[in-house]
Nanobody, 119 residues
Framework: QVQLVESGGGSVQAGGSLRLSCAAS?????MAWFRQAPGKEREGVAS???GYADSVKGRFTMSKDNAKNILYLQMNSLRTEDTAMYYC????????????????????WGQGTQVTVSS
């Protein structure tokens, strides 16, 4: 059983930065970050299969410390539209590079960490 615990969310002004962390226990394969704003569908942000949402390309960077099994999301130049609950997710297999960021492909989910960006 995989358990995922996110941290690092908070409130920041537009233009600021935050780094999210996702500590994973259990065996993990392809992992990803998703986010969901109030009243909107959950959307993919970045995955270890190499994909980034167009809206975050050039601003967000995902990395993974394999020794510690921690997934990170460095978020720079934050915008008000980045405000959302951010979720870490893990699949039960590896995806090929370029696999689309689809929530239904991921089996395990964390509880989320809130990111609020103010103008």
């Amino acid at each position: 059983q995989v358990q995922l615990v996110e941290s690092g969310g908070g409130s920041v002004q537009a233009g600021g930065s935050l780094r999210l962390s996702c500590a994973a226990s259990g065996g993990t394969y392809s992992m990803a970050w998703f986010r969901q704003a109030p009243g909107k569908e959950r959307e993919g942000v970045a995955s270890t299969a190499g994909g980034y949402a167009d809206s975050v390309k050039g601003r967000f960077t995902m990395s993974k410390d394999n020794a510690k099994n921690i997934l990170y999301l460095q978020m720079n130049s934050l915008r008000t539209e980045d405000t959302a609950m951010y979720y870490c997710a893990s699949a039960d297999r590896y995806f090929a590079l370029g696999q689309p960021l689809s929530a239904h492909l991921y089996k395990y989910w964390g509880q989320g960490t809130q990111v609020t960006v103010s103008s």
